[in-house]
Structures are given as C-alpha cells and as structure tokens.
C-alpha cells in the first residue's frame, strides 16, 4: 500500500520495465531494452533528457542493433535534438543507424566513429539543449571513450555514468583499451564532480546520490588489488608473468564461472595496473 492508501498497482512502474518510458526525475526518462545478459544485466538503458514542457529532447544511448521495437519507442518521443553516446560498446551504439534513418537527428560521441551530423564530445564541453545543461566528462577506464554527462536543470543535478558506474553489480574493464588506472582516476573524478548527482546508469536501477556508489566502487576495485596481490604470492609469480584466468581462479572462485570471462578481463586490466606500479 502506498501512503494515501492508494492500491500498489496504481504505483508507477520501478526497475525493470520493458518498453515502458518510465519517468525518473522531471527531467529524466527510461526506456529499459530487452537484451538481458551476463554483460547487460537487465538490458541497456536509453535515456531521454528534456526539461519539464520542452519541446525539444536528447536521447543517451539508443541501444543494441536488431532491437527495432525498442527503436521505434525511441523514435515516438517528440523533438528528438541531439543523440548522446557514452561508450563505444556495441549494445549502446548498434541501434545508431536504424535510429538516425527514423528521426535524422544528430549523433556525438568521443570517437568519431559513432558520431554524426555533429563535433565529437569534447571534455568538459557544455551542451544546451531541451531546457537542460549538459557538462561532458571523459571518464576512460571500462573503455578508452568512455564519458559521463552531468545534467543540470534548476538546481538539480544527474550524472549518467554509462558503464562507468552500473546500478547493480561492478563495471568490467576492457582491456582493449581500458586501464584500471585511467578507472580508478574517473572514480575519484565523479566523486569529487557529480558527488550529490542523482546517478542514472546505462544498466541496472538508478539510485538517489551517486557519492555512495562511486565510493563503495573505488572501495572495491581496491579490495580486489589486494585480493590480486595476495593471489600472485600463493602462486609464486609475479604480475608480468602471471596467467589472468589462473587469478580468476583463485580470487573469483566463488563467483558463477559464466562471469570468469568477464572477470579474465577485469584481471588484464588489474595485472597490467600492478605491472606499471
């Protein structure tokens, strides 16, 4: 039951609901994707951005390919502006193409690869768009383009972190071109930045401060350093030798082998970390 006696049902829907543009702040939108996975949680969140009565909106990351339901919701929102993108991964930015031949609007992103129509973000670059100021931030280390967008309407502030921060779980580095250095560094960058931010993530729920969040994540990063350390001197090697899945094997042991995948590249990221001291 609610406060006023109202029926439960009645409530608006929380996280997750698919296919339903579910309202998160005045200003703040979701439309949870149906790709659930090991990588994806519940699904890749698109964001719709747009101060309240604005004619105009700015869509987060449009999503996966092949999703065309998913599309066409995004598509129905009037006054689509401008189409953000926090990271290069394929499950925010496949639905690019299909989205820009039903609405033509703009896309930027860091890479020039995902943007079109338009400059690539720029650090610290402020963006003026449906009723809203949007600040760039380059937050690297789950990928090298990874960035964050800091929304502030009237007082109130959101930072939607992509995969930087996830509203469950912990963030995998890609080792490809994401350094556990560079994370840790957009950790303390958040905190200090975004520290009352309501935190509006590209997977899972969001949550009221993303202070906590970003600490409890630094916090954990740290403990599996540790973890990682203690795991090298029971094998006898040290960081330049070791093999990464025999670190998962020691250190994530109690977690569902599905994950070790993920966790091989999270221990990449963690051995090259020790490596340059």
Request: proline share 7%; hydrophobic share 40%.
């Given at each position: 039951m609610?406060d006023?006696?109202?029926d439960?049902?009645?409530?608006?829907?929380?996280?997750?609901a698919?296919?339903?543009?579910?309202?998160v702040t005045?200003?703040?939108s979701?439309?949870?994707?149906?790709?659930?996975?090991?990588?994806s949680?519940?699904?890749?969140?698109?964001w719709?951005?747009?101060?309240p009565?604005?004619?105009?909106?700015?869509?987060?990351d449009?999503?996966?390919?092949?999703?065309k339901?998913?599309?066409r919701?995004?598509?129905e929102?009037?006054?689509?502006a401008?189409?953000l993108?926090?990271?290069?991964?394929?499950?925010?930015t496949?639905?690019?193409?299909?989205?820009?031949?039903a609405?033509?609007a703009?896309?930027r992103?860091?890479l020039?690869k995902?943007t079109h129509?338009?400059?690539t973000l720029?650090?610290?670059?402020?963006?003026?768009?449906?009723?809203?100021?949007?600040?760039v931030l380059?937050?690297?280390?789950h990928?090298g383009?990874?960035?964050?967008f800091?929304?502030?309407w009237?007082?109130q502030?959101?930072?939607?972190?992509?995969?930087?921060?996830?509203?469950?779980g912990?963030?995998?580095?890609d080792?490809?071109?994401?350094?556990?250095r560079?994370y840790?560094?957009s950790?303390?960058?958040?905190?200090?930045?975004?520290?009352?931010?309501v935190?509006?993530?590209?997977h899972?729920?969001?949550?009221?401060?993303?202070?906590?969040v970003?600490?409890y994540?630094?916090a954990?990063?740290?403990?599996?350093?540790d973890?990682i350390?203690?795991?090298?001197d029971d094998?006898?090697?040290s960081?330049?030798?070791?093999?990464?899945?025999?670190?998962v094997r020691?250190?994530y042991a109690?977690?569902?082998?599905?994950?070790?995948?993920?966790?091989?590249?999270?221990?990449?990221?963690?051995?090259?970390?020790?490596?340059?001291?």
């Amino acid at each position: 039951m609610t406060d006023n006696g109202s029926d439960a049902t009645d409530a608006a829907p929380g996280h997750p609901a698919y296919g339903v543009v579910r309202e998160v702040t005045p200003y703040a939108s979701v439309l949870l994707c149906n790709n659930p996975g090991k990588m994806s949680l519940d699904g890749t969140n698109t964001w719709i951005l747009r101060a309240p009565g604005h004619a105009e909106c700015v869509i987060v990351d449009p999503g996966p390919p092949k999703k065309k339901a998913h599309v066409r919701r995004i598509a129905e929102q009037p006054g689509i502006a401008l189409v953000l993108i926090s990271h290069r991964h394929y499950d925010h930015t496949g639905a690019i193409t299909r989205l820009r031949k039903a609405v033509g609007a703009p896309v930027r992103a860091r890479l020039s690869k995902y943007t079109h129509g338009a400059p690539t973000l720029t650090d610290r670059e402020v963006i003026e768009v449906a009723g809203l100021r949007i600040t760039v931030l380059h937050t690297p280390g789950h990928t090298g383009d990874s960035v964050s967008f800091l929304v502030d309407w009237e007082g109130q502030r959101a930072l939607l972190t992509g995969d930087t921060i996830l509203g469950s779980g912990t963030t995998v580095i890609d080792p490809s071109d994401g350094t556990l250095r560079d994370y840790l560094n957009s950790l303390n960058r958040i905190i200090v930045e975004g520290e009352d931010a309501v935190l509006l993530p590209a997977h899972g729920p969001e949550h009221p401060q993303v202070g906590p969040v970003a600490r409890y994540y630094k916090a954990h990063r740290e403990e599996r350093i540790d973890q990682i350390v203690a795991a090298l001197d029971d094998l006898g090697v040290s960081a330049a030798e070791a093999k990464p899945m025999k670190v998962v094997r020691k250190v994530y042991a109690d977690v569902d082998k599905k994950l070790w995948p993920a966790a091989r590249m999270s221990v990449k990221a963690q051995l090259e970390y020790l490596r340059e001291g």
